[in-house]
């Protein structure tokens, strides 16, 4: 079992920045891959970007690229998703979550923490 505590949302203005935290604690994550993925009102959920525990490779969405960054400290068992160059429409729950490969489901996600971007 893993659980996974997602913190660092907040309200910003466009063209602000959040760096969103997800700490991990249950079982070594050294075989699996952490998502970042948001979901807004009314909307479906949208992956945002994945890293694998291991090496490190990273993956993101088009919308993200160039703006978000995801990375991952294994001491603190923890992944951050660096946002910069916010937008309204970044404005969602954003979640964490483990997977065992890219485009995998979900094994294990977190509450989410909301994220608003006001113009």
């Known amino acids: 079992q893993v659980q996974l505590v997602e913190s660092g949302g907040g309200l910003v203005q466009a063209g602000g920045s959040l760096r969103l935290s997800c700490a991990a604690s249950?079982?070594?994550?050294?075989?699996?891959?952490m998502d970042w993925f948001r979901q807004a009102p009314g909307k479906d959920r949208e992956f945002v970007a994945a890293?694998?525990?291991?090496?490190?490779?990273?993956y993101y969405a088009d919308f993200g690229k160039g703006r978000f960054t995801i990375s991952r400290d294994n001491a603190k068992n923890t992944v951050y998703l660096q946002m910069n160059s916010l937008k309204p429409e970044d404005t969602a729950v954003y979640h964490c979550?483990?997977?065992?490969?890219?485009?995998?489901?979900?094994?294990?996600w977190g509450q989410g923490t909301q994220v608003t971007v006001s113009s």
């Open positions: 890293i694998r525990w291991t090496g490190g490779s990273t």
């Open positions: 249950g079982r070594t994550l050294s075989s699996y891959t």
């Open positions: 979550g483990v997977t065992t490969g890219w485009g995998k489901e979900y094994l294990y």
